[in-house]
T-cell receptor, first 113, second 114 residues
Framework: EDQVTQSPEALRLQEGESSSLNCSYT??????LFWYRQDPGKGPEFLFT???AGEEKEKERLKATLTKKESFLHITAPKPEDSATYLC??????????????FGKGTKLSVKP | DTEVTQTPKHLVMGMTNKKSLKCEQH?????MYWYKQKAKKPPELMFV???????INESVPSRFSPECPNSSLLNLHLHALQPEDSALYLC?????????????FGQGTRLTVV
């Protein structure tokens, strides 16, 4: 069964304190792993797509990496505005050519000034 | 432009009402999705449309009826809902083929059933 597990569920950081969020997955026929940021009451905002082990993507203070079984979202010197829930999702081959986006439960990040 | 537009932003409806949620995108995406999200939970897949045809229905009750009238529009018709159907309803779209598989989400419709 396709599955995505994120840890930790919640993470509290001081401003400037770097850390990493984890996303482990089991999926048949991975077609992409995605990171999203979601603010309360809003839709998920796309951050990164990763396709193959060893791939890395960066955007401002965020860096996403991928191995064969997990992905990490590294946050360097976070600021209070980085506070949000970060969702990891994988696109599987289920459902034919369109596939299905399977989400983890998310990590709620709080960054205190 | 990576915008997916959902209307209305908020909706309050009674259990005997009929209402519709709308979603629009102009990115040329041919795969469109409806998700339901309860508070502090991840999005939960409801329906997938591929080239305007329903390809996945995740055993959603018939009081939710999706419709894809053309490649840019996706509707979700609501009838005889229950209070437990109150949630954030999200629409998403992505390319049906090619290398770019990421999905883009709208801001959602906050639905309250009274």
């Amino acid at each position: 069964e396709d599955q995505v597990t994120q840890s930790p569920e919640a993470l509290r950081l001081q401003e400037g304190e770097s850390s990493s969020l984890n996303c482990s997955y089991t999926v048949s026929g991975l077609r992409g792993l995605f990171w999203y940021r979601q603010d309360p009451g809003k839709g998920p905002e796309f951050l990164f797509t990763l396709y193959s082990a060893g791939e890395e993507k960066e955007k401002e203070r965020l860096k996403a990496t991928l191995t064969k079984k997990e992905s990490f979202l590294h946050i360097t010197a976070p600021k209070p505005e980085d506070s949000a829930t970060y969702l990891c999702a994988v696109l599987s081959s289920y459902g034919g050519s369109q596939g299905n986006l399977i989400f983890g439960k998310g990590t709620k990040l709080s960054v205190k000034p | 432009d990576t915008e997916v537009t959902q209307t209305p932003k908020h909706l309050v409806m009674g259990m005997t009402n009929k209402k519709s949620l709308k979603c629009e995108q102009h990115m040329g995406h041919r795969a469109m999705y409806w998700y339901k999200q309860k508070a502090k939970k991840p999005p939960e897949l409801m329906f997938v449309y591929s080239y305007e045809k329903l390809s996945i229905n995740e055993s959603v009750p018939s009081r939710f009826s999706p419709e894809c009238p053309n490649s840019s529009l996706l509707n979700l018709h609501l009838h005889a809902l229950q209070p437990e159907d109150s949630a954030l309803y999200l629409c998403a779209s992505r390319q049906a083929h090619g290398d770019n598989t990421e999905a883009f989400f709208g801001q959602g419709t906050r639905l309250t059933v009274v």
